[in-house]
């Protein structure tokens, strides 16, 4: 079946650093979206990318979408301990459902 | 947030019995989505629905039925629960299917002893 591969699995960073993770796809797809979830809550969504090569941002967060709709990128600028969560990147193929990919957890140390 | 509750929040039970988790929405959306999700895994669609008595399997539907017998209301049941349900299972909620954002609910937290 299609899988949505994320990594890295765990990210430890210092306050102030930065953060990416990464999310590929063996197949083209047809969208991706972003979610957070902090611990002990709820995935929240953050974004969606749909065009090839498309990049967003949301203050210190940048999203990217590769050009072939293979892979895509989250990147946090200088990081604050509110961003301590695991991110979850869901892409969709041209007749399916999301398919989440198993999320980067993000620890940020003061 | 979306208005979506889950209940119960937290359940224990025993092997083999049977359990209803229940997911309610207020945003008269017509996609509701089971998940279920586990440590290394992410979250594992379990069943969909797209109407009131239209359902489809997820990845993960062995064990699991569902119903959706009102617009605001989609059942998740596991007719005789085992250890490896063990879980927190999630609703969620969007306007379409492909390329609306879902919405979660709180979760609910099952231990199947």
């Known amino acids: 079946g299609q899988q949505v591969m994320q990594i890295p699995q765990y990210q430890h960073v210092q306050e102030g650093e930065d953060f990416t993770t990464y999310c590929n796809s063996s197949?083209?797809?047809?969208?991706i979206q972003w979610y957070k979830q902090r611990p002990g809550g709820h995935p929240v969504f953050l974004i969606q990318?749909?065009?090839?090569?498309e990049v967003k941002k949301q203050k210190r967060l940048t999203f990217q979408f590769g050009e072939a709709k293979k892979n895509s990128s989250l990147h946090i600028t200088a990081t604050q301990t509110t961003d301590v969560g695991t991110y979850f990147c869901?892409?969709?193929?041209?007749?399916?459902?999301?398919?989440f990919g198993t999320g980067t957890r993000l620890q940020v140390f003061p | 947030d979306a208005g979506i509750t889950q209940s119960p929040r937290h359940k224990v039970t025993e092997t083999g019995t049977p359990v209803t988790l229940r997911c309610h929405q207020t945003?008269?959306?017509?996609?509701m989505y089971w998940y279920r999700q586990d440590p290394g895994h992410g979250l594992r669609l379990i069943h969909y629905?797209?109407?009131?008595?239209?359902?489809d399997k997820g990845e993960v539907s062995d064990g699991y039925s569902v119903s959706r017998s009102k617009t605001e209301d989609f059942l998740l049941t596991l007719e005789s629960a085992t250890s490896s349900q063990t879980s927190v299972y999630f609703c969620?909620?969007?306007?379409?299917?492909?390329?609306?954002?879902?919405?979660f609910g709180d979760g609910t937290r099952l231990s199947i002893l």
């Open positions: 969620a909620i969007s306007a379409g299917l492909r390329n609306q954002p879902q919405h």
């Open positions: 197949t083209t797809l047809s969208n």
């Open positions: 990318l749909v065009k090839s090569g």
């Open positions: 869901a892409g969709t193929y041209n007749t399916d459902k999301l398919i």
């Open positions: 945003e008269n959306h017509r996609y």
């Open positions: 629905s797209y109407g009131v008595k239209d359902t």
